[in-house]
């Protein structure tokens, strides 16, 4: 298992309460190799996100195995779990999730302040110039465009320099060129840094840049394809 940066083992997960809950992911087994790029793609409500939080210990299955970097998240208590994703996991939302009274520099700087890293703005800023920011430092997020937010929301995620690092449909409130430049920039940082991508996408040609794409459908893989 050491070679798998990620490993479900017969995943089941429901969301909801009583007639609302909903069987979400059914039976799910998956391996993903370290350094390896995964798309995650399919219809709408088939699971993908579930999946990708699931991997990233945001959801906790009802059954079966999560192990990332050979740790399984069961074992942990919530606050290890909080502390175990903030060293190894690097997660990106489509919706960039900064915090708005923040500049650029506080919110990248932010998770390694909580893990009490001393060097917390040299690194945030070492970040935020490795993605093309260098002059936004002490913009908030209502002055930076779209595009500027996600890369913002990109260096936040890659600061604490994580083995594996999850995207939900990073590109999906993006227009064309920009998004096209988010997904260069994911890549190269996968090249750059040796590390795990794991992404949801609905556009096919993303997908089509992993190592492998993952189709699932009505919570369950319906296809598991290594690109040619």
Known sequence: MQDKAIAL????????RGAARVHILKGI???IGRGEAVGLVGPSGSGKSTLLMTMAGLEQPDSGKVLVDGTDLAALDEDGLARFRGRRIGIVFQSFH???????LEN?????ELAGETDAFARAEAELKAVGLGHRLQHYPAQLSGGEQQRVAIARAIVPNPAILVADEPTGNLDENTGQAIIDLLFALKRDRGATLVLVTHDLNLAGLCDRTVRLRSGRIDADTVAA
């Not at 083992?9 to 909801?16: A, K």
């Not at 900064?98 to 650029?104: E, Q, S, V």
């Not at 990248?108 to 390694?112: C, D, E, F, Q």
């Open 9 to 16: 083992q017969d995943v089941d997960l429901s969301l909801g």
């Open 29 to 31: 087994s998956l391996e």
């Open 98 to 104: 900064l915090i708005p009274t923040m500049t650029a």
């Open 108 to 112: 990248v700087a932010l998770p390694l």
